[in-house]
């Protein structure tokens, strides 16, 4: 059996150095994770239909007068404000990760939508847009005839 190495006083550890890294590593994702999440405002969900998009963005304690939503051929902007609430500037905050002020997401759409056929519901802090394909965009089935 080989003896272990030794510098001085301590013996050389080969793994040190690895978990240094490995921390570090670590912490870089999770600073990374929390820009990611704090920048993107409102987080949503997209899910396609038969001939229709929905975006879902999620909103807590705003209501649907802090909101504007406009679409525009394959592109949905939602636009609004956060407000700050009046005792938010008494508080000595021991953290903070909800954001205040204005905000704009712009969620690019698979296909271009029908401005005059879209619904927008709020309901519990979470906006749900459906959009639905001009008729003239849509899929259609073609007959093939035999010869």
């Known amino acids: 059996m080989l003896a272990p190495l030794t510098f001085g006083p301590r013996s050389w550890d080969p793994f040190t150095d690895m978990r240094r890294l490995q921390s570090e590593m670590n912490r870089l994702f999770e600073d990374a994770g929390a820009l990611r999440t704090t920048r993107v405002y409102p987080p ?29 051929d394959d592109t949905l902007t939602i636009r609004g404000e956060r407000p700050l609430t009046a005792d938010d500037n008494q508080v000595a905050w021991h953290r903070r990760e909800r954001a205040f002020g204005s905000f704009m ?4 759409l698979p296909f271009r939508v ?15 847009v459906e959009m639905h394909r001009p008729e003239q965009d849509r899929p259609r089935r073609i007959a093939i005839s035999a010869s």
Not at 105 to 108: A, D, K, Q, S
Not at 114 to 128: I, P, T
């Open 105 to 108: 997401r712009t969620v690019e």
């Open 44 to 72: 949503v969900n997209v899910w396609l239909g038969d001939n229709s998009v929905v975006v879902a963005a999620e909103m807590p304690g705003l209501s649907h007068d802090d909101i504007e939503l406009t679409v525009q």
């Open 114 to 128: 029908d401005s005059d056929k879209v619904e927008a519901r709020f309901q519990n802090g979470v906006l749900a």
